[in-house]
């Protein structure tokens, strides 16, 4: 199981930004798969988790109507479109298998991240 984020970069306060996740040894249809994102000094966040079985979405709170996770079946790949983004989604990016866990999301097998720098 690998996954490969790319994409992040530096965007201007209320810009977008797309990440992008390659996925291989496994499918989509395997595993769910999301989004986790830790900035410096703070606890790993859970940002979104895509079903495996219906492609439905899981969004945290403060990204919910910004950010919106997709799957390319065909690429078994998934994107994470940010929209006007703020200072405090700044942060380094990571895909990952996803589950609900005990009252939240749990995440594990991620690869490298990519960062997100937000400027003003």
């Known amino acids: 199981v690998q996954l490969q984020a790319s994409g992040g970069g530096l965007v201007q306060s209320g810009g977008s930004l797309t990440l992008s996740c390659a996925l291989s040894?496994?499918?989509?249809?395997?595993?769910?798969v999301g989004w986790f994102r830790q900035a410096p000094g703070k606890e790993r966040e859970g940002v979104s988790c895509i079903s495996k079985s219906d492609g439905s979405n899981y969004y945290r709170d403060d990204v919910k109507g910004r950010f919106t996770t997709s799957r390319d079946k065909s690429k078994n790949s998934i994107y994470l479109q940010m929209n006007r983004i703020k200072s405090e989604d700044a942060a380094t990016y990571y895909c990952a298998t996803c589950w609900y866990g005990i009252g939240h999301y749990e995440f594990e097998d991620w690869g490298r991240g990519t960062q997100v720098t937000v400027s003003s």
């Open positions: 040894g496994f499918t989509l249809e395997a595993l769910s």
